[in-house]
């Protein structure tokens, strides 16, 4: 049986952006998937017992609502619903994120949402139809980082694919933009990001969802690039 916290409880515990940060790179993520009842409502009982059921595997984090959990079959109020359970039953075990997405008009209010539910950060998925040229996603990724105090971590994938500029000049704007998470697999990018700087130190931005002989080899590379040594 899994009772809910309460929801000051599930508030007590504060984690700052770099605390989230580093539980991202500690260990595996977990993405629970969204219960549906045979006539498509949300299963909250069973949404419970799923998250209980994860976290007891210690995942660093819990990815909430995302693509996997059909973000996209979700109401505005089920997505609160589905972030305010999994904050409730992590009790503060681990950092949740819970995903936005959309336009930023409906990516805010989302987001917004999210962090009044006590959520640790947000998944921005990639704006809908369209393949934003460098500026626009800028300011997409900036307008959500801008309307929250918890973490921000755009999704690298298809359409919405970010230089090293565009997420360097967001972090050094926002310091709640924390990770990208990659479904692109680019070690050259990942090594740029991981070194690169513009006049305010060094910027040190993970991709998460490398595997394990990428983030091997990025290592290698990384380590011989700062001593100085041939690859």
Do not use: W
């Amino acid at each position: 049986m899994v009772t809910f916290a309460t929801r000051d409880l599930a508030l007590s515990v504060s984690r700052s952006s770099s605390d989230v940060q580093r539980s991202l790179g500690s260990g595996v993520l977990a993405f629970p998937m969204t219960p549906f009842a045979e006539g498509g409502a949300l299963e909250r009982a069973r949404l419970a017992s799923h998250i209980e059921y994860l976290i007891g595997h210690e995942p660093a984090a819990l990815i909430v609502a995302a693509g996997g959990a059909e973000f996209f079959s979700l109401t505005p109020e089920e997505r609160r619903t589905v972030a305010a359970t999994e904050v409730s039953v992590a009790g503060g075990r681990l950092p949740v994120i819970a995903g936005v997405g959309y336009g930023a008009a409906i990516a805010v209010p989302m987001a917004q949402g999210a962090e009044a539910a006590g959520a640790d950060g947000v998944l921005v998925l990639p704006p809908y139809l369209v393949a934003p040229e460098k500026g626009g996603l800028l300011e997409h990724i900036s307008t959500i980082c801008r309307a929250v105090t918890i973490a921000v971590i755009p999704y690298h994938r298809d359409d919405t694919t970010y230089d090293d500029n565009c997420p360097v000049r967001a972090v050094e704007a926002h310091s709640n933009l924390i990770a990208l998470k990659d479904e692109v697999g680019d070690l050259l990018l990942a090594l740029r990001l991981r070194v690169s700087g513009r006049g305010v130190g060094p910027v040190r931005l993970p991709l998460v969802d490398m595997t394990a002989q990428e983030d091997a080899e990025l290592r290698r590379i990384l380590g011989a690039a700062l001593d100085g040594k041939p690859n």
